[in-house]
């Protein structure tokens, strides 16, 4: 079956500019995680999405904010950029139901953004 | 709360020799753990997981991890490396209850080089 799917895989904006990230989960996947991987702070939680609610939210500014569709499809936008948005960022997709060892995610390849 | 240590941010190996990447963690609850693995411009794919059953977890192309509640540690070791196991690993901690539930808190990551 069809693996994480993210778009677009690349991006260049400018400061100021905002942009907006796309993740498809795997099909019958209800929770969609998102994650910023920068080579200094490491890969750090940004949010988690279920069934169109925000379930978790990690210690980010509001700039950065998601969403989720009635498909699980997720997006996510970043407002009023900054030089230190430049990441990787990784979505992943899981069933979402919380017992122990079925929280297993499944990572996208990433978006790297550049902001000049 | 949950935290994660790498011990190692570089080990180097050569072909046929065993690796060894260490972690430490800590968490509120009952853990689940998790080995990621990153190769250069890829998104991260799940090598094994701890879930309460089996302290000696088997995962993909022959690594295993051992989790000891004693010493709070989840190394992952492979017998013989191989030259595809160059690579970034990442040791993921995930609670199973509290706020913190369903998010991943990640280490920082151990860049395993093999030499011919």
């Known amino acids: 079956k069809a693996g994480v799917t993210q778009t677009p895989r690349y991006l260049i904006k400018t400061r100021g500019q905002q942009v907006t990230l796309s993740c498809s989960p795997i099909s019958g996947h209800r929770s969609v995680s998102w994650y910023q991987q920068t080579p200094g702070q490491g890969l750090q939680f940004l949010f988690e999405?279920?069934?169109?609610?925000?379930?978790n939210k990690g210690n980010f500014p509001g700039r950065f904010s998601g969403r989720q569709f009635s498909n699980s499809r997720s997006e996510m936008n970043v407002s009023t950029l900054e030089l230190g948005d430049s990441a990787l960022y990784l979505c992943?997709?899981?069933?979402?139901?919380?017992?122990?060892?079925?929280?297993?995610?499944?990572f996208g390849a990433g978006s790297r953004l550049t902001v000049l | 709360a949950q935290s994660v240590t790498q011990l190692d941010s570089h080990v180097s190996v050569s072909e046929g020799t065993p690796v060894l990447l260490r972690c430490n963690y800590s968490?509120?609850?009952?853990?689940?753990l998790f080995w990621y693995v990153q190769h250069p411009n890829k998104g991260l794919q799940l090598l094994l997981k701890y879930t309460s059953a089996a302290t000696l977890v088997k995962g993909i192309n022959g690594f295993e991890a051992e989790f000891k509640k004693s010493e709070t540690s989840f190394h992952l070791t492979k017998p013989s490396a191989h030259m595809s196991d160059a690579a970034e690993y990442f040791c993921v901690v995930s609670d199973t209850g509290g706020t913190s539930y369903g998010k991943l808190t990640f280490g920082q990551g151990t860049i395993l080089t093999v030499h011919p």
């Open positions: 992943a997709s899981s069933l979402g139901v919380r017992r122990s060892g079925a929280n297993v995610l499944t």
């Open positions: 968490s509120s609850y009952s853990p689940s």
């Open positions: 999405y279920f069934s169109e609610t925000q379930r």
